[in-house]
Structures are given as C-alpha cells and as structure tokens.
C-alpha cells in the first residue's frame, strides 16, 4: 500500500478535508479514554480484500501532528445478521408439526391426548399442523399453536407448506399464495421418503429439490430434519438456499402421527416470556436451534463465534454450499470469521449416540471485511486515529484520550 506521510503544517488540514466514504470504511473504534503504555484494540470494517493502515495523530500546540502509522495484519468476515444477538435467558423447548385424528388430518390420537403426551414429555410449547385441516384448541397446559400443512402440486410435484398461527386452511393450489398469506411459512420435508423415492417425483410421494425450493420465495424456514417417513436430514436444500444470501432458519419437525412418536426432535427457543407471541416471534427471527436432544451455547462476536457442547461431540462449522469450514471432537469450537464467509452455521454431533443439533446461519458481508489490531500510547494527550485502505479511502475515530 502507498502511504502519505503527513507533515506537522499539513496534517491538520488533511484530517479535517479528506471525504469520508461510510458505505465501503467504517471509522476505527477505539476506547474514548485509555491508560498511558496500555494496549487497546482498534477496530473497523473495509472493502472485502483490501488492505488498511492506520495513522496516528497527537495533538500538540493546536494541531494534529502526525506519529507513525500501524500496519493492520488480521482481516475477518463482518456479521450482518445474527439471530442471536441479545439473547433472553429463558429457553423452552417447544414441539413443531405434528398431527392429530380429525377433518383430513391423519394423526391416530386426538389432540388432547397428543398435548398431554408432549406435556408428559417436558414440552413448554407446541406447534400443531394438520393435513389441510386447523384443529380447533383445546387448551392445554402447554402454550398451543395453531397450525395448518397444505398440500400444493404445482412445482412439478406435490410438496408441503406449514404455515403458522393460523385460523382456517388457505384454498390455494399455488404454493407461492400460501407462502405470501402466512404468517410464518415452512418448507415442509424437502426429501420425504427418499431415498426410496426421488425428490421431484411427480408421483407426489417424494419431496422437492434445492430447484424448486429456490424457485419460492419468502418462506421463514425449511425443515432441515423430520424423522417421519424417512424423511431425516435435509441440509442440502437448506445450504442451497443459504447459499444464494436468503436468510432462511432450520426448524426440527416432530411430525409425530402417533403417541409413540413424540418428542423425537425439537427446537429450544429464546423468549422473553412463554407465550404464543412470543414463542412465533422467535421462531419467525430465528431465535432458536434445532435438535434430536443435544444441548448447545453459541456465542457470536465480532470477529469469531465460539460453540459450546453439553457434551463429548463432533462439532462442525459449516459454510457456502455445505463446505465443512471447521471440525473438532470436544465440547468447544471457535471459528475465527475470513473475508469471503457468506453464512456460518453450526452443528453438534453427540459422541454417546450420534445425535444432532443444527444453529441457525450466522450471516457475514459479502462486500465488506472486519479488520483488528492492538496500539499502544505511551505519551499522555489526545490522538486521533485515522483509517486509509488501500483505495484511498480514509475514515477518521473519534478523539481518544490518554492518561
């Protein structure tokens, strides 16, 4: 990178006059006041593969007068969403999908007793779907909601939308109709019964393809695993989705049709307070993680995310198009975010069982890249910090003072 080193006379004139460009560099953070021979991080975020220096100033006699100039070393992504972010105590476990006896539903218990059985099995909350069908609530100790699964064959197949709360079935036959009149929308199953039948049969008995799933848009979620029907994992349609900037979450689908089948997966939701708005809300946002019965803790920074496991397991970090970012076997991984990550996301593996949980995406910048490094001021005053990337653009921190 050129550098431009500013004398005495100049320097105060060329950091009052150089245009700032917000949308591409961001101002270098740092503390407001920091302690004399004491290191402090200084922070930003710059065009994605570009380079940054950072100059130092010191005012002296009534002018900013230039100090010397820190090379910045390590680059990572920037986090533009994260679910996660300011995360309430409070977890519940709540059940999504599953079926009852009534109307054109298929489940063998009526819904009082499969709430009973979810109650019975520590649930705090449950979603429940019907075959175009809205069971009428109950009540229930455990917080219901209302859902309905509609039936659609217009992508070349016959596939299933869950949508939530809901009061009456949707008489569309196009899914891209039910999808925009939902509140929250799911893309139900995508490999049902495979691999026995394909995915696409337009027999209607086999889920859809990352191509039609990709062919929708506005859905919430996309079931990344059911244990119904051989249904199991379908990360791929999820990762295709994820892939393309959609920012679509992972939902576990009970799809329990019977009492025995209760309770196979979950989702551990954050909410302020266990109600059905809240509970919907969360699951809307993405404020919540799939699982089988492994227990997790993600922590997302700004540079890195730390996974945390409540037991010996595989821990995986993955990213575009599926790729296995990073891999430990332990009960703790951290991944330290790299310019060009679209989207990281985050599963635990059970040692004991084999067992899974899934994280919803973690997504970073596509055009931007965080940047980090450590000063030290020796000398008591007031600096300023200035930011030059290698395009010539220059962003300038606030007044930092040095005691």
């Known amino acids: 990178m050129r550098r431009t080193l500013l004398t005495a006379l100049s320097a105060l004139a060329v950091l009052t006059c150089i245009p700032s460009i917000a949308q591409a560099l961001t101002p270098p953070a740092a503390p407001r006041h920091v302690t004399s021979g004491q290191r402090f991080t200084v922070s930003g975020a710059a065009p994605l593969k570009s380079r940054v220096e950072v100059e130092v100033y010191r005012r002296t006699r009534g002018q900013w007068r230039y100090v010397r100039t820190a090379v910045v070393r ?35 218990a009526a819904l009082p007793d499969m709430l009973a059985a979810y109650e019975d099995a520590a649930f705090d909350a449950a979603v429940w779907s019907g075959h175009d069908t809205v069971h009428e ?61 394909p995915r696409g049969d337009a027999t209607g008995r086999g889920g859809i393809t990352a191509a039609q799933a990709l062919s929708l848009t506005g859905y919430d979620g996309i079931a990344v695993f059911n244990p119904y029907s051989e249904c199991g994992e379908a990360c791929d349609v999820w990762d295709a989705v994820l892939s ?83 891999e430990s076997e332990g009960m703790t991984l951290r991944y330290v975010y790299r310019p060009g990550d679209l989207y990281v996301r985050c599963e635990v593996i059970r040692a004991s069982d084999g067992l899974k949980a899934w994280t919803q995406p973690v997504f970073l910048s596509r055009r931007k890249q965080a940047y980090r490094l450590s000063v030290k001021l020796s000398r008591p005053g007031r600096y300023r910090l200035r930011a030059v990337a290698s395009s010539g653009e220059s962003q300038l921190s606030h007044v930092v003072r040095v005691r």
């Open 74 to 108: 390590h680059y990572g992504g920037q986090v533009t969403a994260n679910p996660y972010a300011a995360l309430p105590s409070q977890s519940s476990k709540v059940a999504y999908h599953f079926h009852a006896s009534g109307g054109a539903d298929d489940g063998s």
């Open 244 to 326: 393309t900037g959609r920012q679509v979450y992972g939902y576990a689908e009970d799809d329990a049709h019977a009492l025995l089948n209760v309770g196979r997966c979950w989702n551990v939701v954050y909410a302020d307070a266990l109600t059905e708005a809240t509970v919907v809300e969360s699951l809307r946002s993405g404020r919540f993680y799939a699982t089988q019965g492994p227990t997790l803790a993600l922590q997302v920074g700004p540079r890195a995310l730390t996974l945390r496991s409540d037991a010996p397991a595989r821990l995986r970090i993955i990213g575009r198009d599926g790729a296995l970012l990073s």
């Open 137 to 197: 609530s109950p009540g229930a100790a455990i917080v219901g909601i209302r859902g309905v699964e509609e039936t659609v064959w217009s992508v070349g197949c016959m596939m299933h939308i869950v949508s939530f709360p809901a009061t009456a079935e949707n008489p569309s036959t196009d899914p891209q109709t039910i999808i925009d009149g939902a509140s929250v929308a799911v893309l139900a199953h995508p490999n049902m019964n495979s691999p026995t039948i």
